[in-house]
Each structure stands twice: as C-alpha cells, then as structure tokens.
C-alpha cells in the first residue's frame, strides 16, 4: 500500500532553516510528482511547492517562494522541502502528498512551529 512518512519538524526561531523529509513507498515514486502542502490552525490546507517526477520541474507558493526548496532523490525514494528564513507564519503541520493509480494520497503530517 502507499505510504509517505514526513520527518524533520520541530520548533525553530524566526529566521532558522529546517529541512523536512519525506519517505514513500507503495507505488512507482520515480514516476510521480510529489508535492508540499502545509495547514495552519484555523486555515485550509495550501499547496507549499510540487515537484515533477525527475526532478527538472518545480514550483512554489508566492509567500514561500525563494525561501524554500524542493528536491527529491529517486534512488531513496525520499523528497524534500528545504525551509529558510522562516518566519512566524510558516508554522503549520506540512504534509506529503502524491497522486498514484488515480488516487490521492497524504502522509500523517510533521509539525513545524516558528517561535522565538
């Protein structure tokens, strides 16, 4: 079955890094795009940043945008969201998602909270 497993949340000060990291398996994950998105309390979930399935594509969110990275290794199965310059707003529980066999499919979150 699918299973994508975030790692790598935590507390962070305003202005730190954190990379998150997400571990997939259940399906083909060289062959599918991955993508970011994040919930904070009382907000609908958001679309952070995507990536295509070999990597050469990308995009992000306006408000995260030259300060967060995608990436992805399709040797480990893994993709993840480098986060700099964090701010307060960032905070959020962010989650992994991808589309496989017509289905879409979410990880169980990380928590990442940006206080001083």
């Known amino acids: 079955q699918v299973q994508l497993v975030e790692s790598g949340g935590g507390l962070v000060q305003p202005g730190g890094s954190r990379r998150l990291s997400c571990a997939a398996s259940?399906?083909?994950?060289?062959?599918?795009?991955m993508s970011w998105y994040r919930q904070a309390p009382g907000k609908e979930r958001e679309l952070v940043a995507s990536?295509?399935?070999?990597?050469?594509?990308?995009g992000y969110a306006i408000s995260v945008k030259g300060r967060f990275t995608i990436s992805r290794d399709n040797a480990k199965n893994t993709v993840y969201l480098q986060m700099n310059s964090l701010k307060s707003e960032d905070t959020a529980v962010y989650y992994c998602?991808?589309?496989?066999?017509?289905?879409?499919?979410w990880g169980q979150g990380t928590q990442v909270t940006v206080s001083s």
């Open positions: 259940g399906f083909t994950f060289s062959s599918s795009a």
């Open positions: 990536i295509n399935s070999a990597g050469g594509s990308t």
């Open positions: 998602h991808t589309v496989a066999r017509l289905e879409g499919y």
